[in-house]
């Protein structure tokens, strides 16, 4: 009887070890003010072509608009000069 309970304390202290040591892996939720949060959000612009968002740094200028890609840049301005 007595290794029985000490087997199930044993066992329960494996237990609540096993939980708590789960725990310390995870990624911490960012405070309120440090640097992630306080970072300015990023600039959004649409594709003129198929209209996907994307930031404006990654954006390509052309004539009427920015563009997600070369190719989409392309298509577009060569519809408006068939047009004109």
């Known amino acids: 009887m007595k290794y029985l309970i000490l087997v199930l304390v044993i066992g329960l202290v494996a237990f609540l070890l096993g939980f708590k040591g789960r725990g310390s892996g995870r990624a911490k939720a960012p405070k309120s003010g440090s640097g992630a949060s306080s970072k300015a959000p990023l600039e959004m612009v649409k594709c003129a072509e198929c209209g996907m968002h994307l930031p404006e740094f ?3 200028p052309g004539r009427g608009g920015q563009f ?3 190719p989409h840049r392309d298509r577009f301005e060569a519809r408006q000069r068939g047009g004109q």
Request: proline residues 0%.
């Open 58 to 60: 990654e954006a390509l």
């Open 68 to 70: 997600c890609s070369a």
